[in-house]
């Protein structure tokens, strides 16, 4: 995927089909993602231009605002993803079985018990059972200084908790834009429920790449790329060190097969 990372303040400006930032030229057909944070001047006009050139938008600043194209190409292939509600169950199974399967803490698990479940509830009180064990091995690893021992979101208790969400969050959108541009619907999941905007096969295919994000963060830490006093009382990353990092987060992007999960989910449609 072609993505433009833009985390100073500045105001982007189109000309003759390229985006201008600063000194910079980048022509559009060159930019399939474009992801803004800080204090970014970014008016209509530009918006409409971009998503004009099927460009999505993701803005940072203290939350996340997501802008994409909005496509009505491949009705054929979203009728497919309406109708296989009807195996939704199957699909969730699929989903949370290669979750597992791909921990990389290499917790072992009894999969007879979720292929016998018979309905979403049950899978995920399965999932839930997996996740409290999960979670306790995976956050041992940090310094104790570092973490109170548990999961906690919305908000985060802690600083490794925090760069999980931030971490979720980024892929989540990343996710999204692919999921649009394969002509799927976002908002029809099968092991997640939609509700308002949130897009519940974003976070569906976001289960299969928990574990890879969660080593992620575990290594920043543990290589000291990323320290406790890189954060605030509130646990959010300071401007400067979140500017740093999207050397790295471009890169660990860049590892993601989600094309090739993508492809695989449209084969079970």
Not at 109 to 137: Q, T
Not at 150 to 156: D, F, G, I, M, V
Not at 196 to 223: G, P, Q, T, W, Y
């Amino acid at each position: 995927m072609n993505r433009l990372i833009i985390d100073k303040k500045g105001r982007v400006e189109i000309q003759n089909s390229q985006l201008v930032f600063e000194d910079k030229k980048i022509p559009l057909r060159k930019i399939d993602f474009l992801i803004l944070a800080g204090n970014i001047e970014l008016n209509t006009k530009i918006i409409a231009k971009l998503t004009q050139h099927d460009i999505s938008i993701l803005i940072f600043n203290r939350g996340f605002s997501f802008i994409y194209p909005f496509s009505s190409k491949n009705a054929e292939l979203r009728k497919k993803q309406f109708f296989a509600l009807n195996k939704r169950i199957e699909i969730a199974k699929w989903i949370i079985k290669e979750k597992i399967k791909r921990n990389f803490l290499k917790i072992e698990f009894d999969f007879k018990r979720l292929d016998k479940a018979k309905d979403i509830d049950e899978v995920l009180g399965i999932e839930g059972a997996f996740a409290r064990e999960y979670f306790k091995r995976y956050f041992s690893l940090f310094d104790k200084n570092l973490t109170k021992g548990y999961r906690s979101k919305r908000p985060p208790e802690d600083v490794v908790n925090a760069l999980m969400s931030f971490f979720y969050t980024i892929v989540y959108y990343e996710i999204t834009n692919i999921i649009i541009k394969n002509g799927l619907d976002a908002q029809i999941g099968y092991l997640h429920e939609p509700f308002r905007n949130h897009n519940a096969l974003s976070s569906d295919i976001l289960e299969l790449f928990r574990s890879e994000i969660d080593k992620f963060v575990l290594e920043l830490f543990k290589e000291k790329k990323i320290k406790k006093r890189d954060f605030n009382t509130q646990y959010r990353l300071r401007d400067e060190k979140r500017k740093e990092l999207w050397k790295e987060i471009k890169e660990f992007l860049e590892t993601l097969k989600i094309q090739k999960e993508i492809s695989t989910l449209k084969g079970l449609l």
